[in-house]
């Protein structure tokens, strides 16, 4: 059994406080948004509405979300978080394929923040500002889910399942966003919850490694 040097230690404990704090902060940004968003449905509406600076009616959706600036703070302080994680495990542990960890996670962070940033408004799909929204959250959610594939590999067998697993079923998610709309001979589920199912994820992946670094701190002799 390998040992852990204090400096690891402390950097193992700021990796998984910063994931466990990503997840913190989103939800309870969406959970905030939400509340204050009249008729928002999980399941039919999309994540990203909460962040529509503006009342209106896009692609059909009844847009209002008075507190749209809490759920953009939240996109952009999960991406912070996210990224100062993946830095601060790299920095601790020896993580393999840690470049393509570490710039998968960049992804997500820089994707997520382009989200928060630039909204899926009206004004914005008609001024173009809104294809940065949109390559922003194909950024965040591959990404993400990317980063928790690659982490699978470094991961001890419980968590390294549960790391693949998740990432894999988040891509699907994404791919079924596209293509279940896309079509009427697929309807299965609406389309906030394929969104869901793609980035919660990335949210349960972050306890995963977060409990997993801690899991090994517990177990890992000091020197």
Known sequence: MSTAKPASRALLTGAAACWVL????YLIAEAIAASAFPGYSYATNYI???GVPEVATVDGR??????HAVMNAGFIAH????VVAALLVTRAARVRHHRWFVALAVVHGV???????FSGSQE???SGLAAFHVIGAAMAIIGG???????????RRGAAALSLALGVVGIVGLVMLVVDPGTTAIDLLPDGVWERLSVYTIQAWEL????????????????
Do not use: C, Q, Y
């Not at 990503?22 to 902060?25: D, L, N, P, R």
């Not at 991406?79 to 996210?82: A, H, I, K, M, Q």
């Open 208 to 223: 995963v490694a977060a409990t997993a670094a801690l899991a090994w701190l517990r177990s890992a002799p000091k020197t």
């Open 124 to 126: 914005a799909l008609e």
């Open 62 to 67: 009844a847009i209002d979300s008075p507190l």
């Open 79 to 82: 991406g912070v978080l996210f």
């Open 48 to 50: 990203s509405d909460l």
């Open 22 to 25: 990503a997840v913190a902060v």
């Open 111 to 117: 994707g997520i923040t382009l989200v928060g940033i």
């Open 145 to 155: 889910n990317l980063t928790a594939i690659v982490a699978s590999r470094t991961a």
